[in-house]
């Protein structure tokens, strides 16, 4: 979780489930986004088992070569669609438990714009041609 940015983060909770993050801040600073969820997989523990992620991914860049990687395919999401609330399960974290650090898309044609894919052979060798952003699945 401490960069570089443009990493994957992955760490095992309660014993039994892995949590997939991807490093956003620059190197030596404890900053990522934790992937809870898309369309279909609406938890982050359903999202890594469906994607066959796991602690091996950890330290990966979100590439092509890692299997998992997110493309900017230019979808355009309007900030009235980005819905705001405070994180779960934080609060140990004091004040900043309160903050509205946790963001949603709201609307099932975002989700699904946004949304998780498993990588296929073909999804490895061309980007899709919509011009909309997704995140690929792992295999």
Known sequence: MHG?????????????HEMLNLVTGPAGEPSAVLIRGV??????????????INLALT???AAR??????????????PR????????????????AKKPLR???GGAAQLKAAGLRRATNASR???????????????
């Open 4 to 16: 570089p940015p443009g990493r994957f983060y992955v760490y095992f909770i309660s014993g039994m």
């Open 59 to 61: 330290g990966k860049r």
């Open 39 to 52: 369309e279909g997989l609406p938890r982050p523990t359903l999202l890594t088992k469906a994607l066959g």
């Open 103 to 105: 963001f949603l898309l």
């Open 125 to 139: 060798r061309s980007p899709p041609r919509s011009g909309r952003s997704r995140v690929m699945g792992h295999n």
């Open 65 to 78: 070569a890692s299997g998992l990687w997110v493309e900017d395919r230019g979808e355009k999401i309007a």
């Open 81 to 96: 669609a980005i819905k705001k609330t405070p994180r779960i399960g934080v609060g140990y974290a004091g004040a900043w």
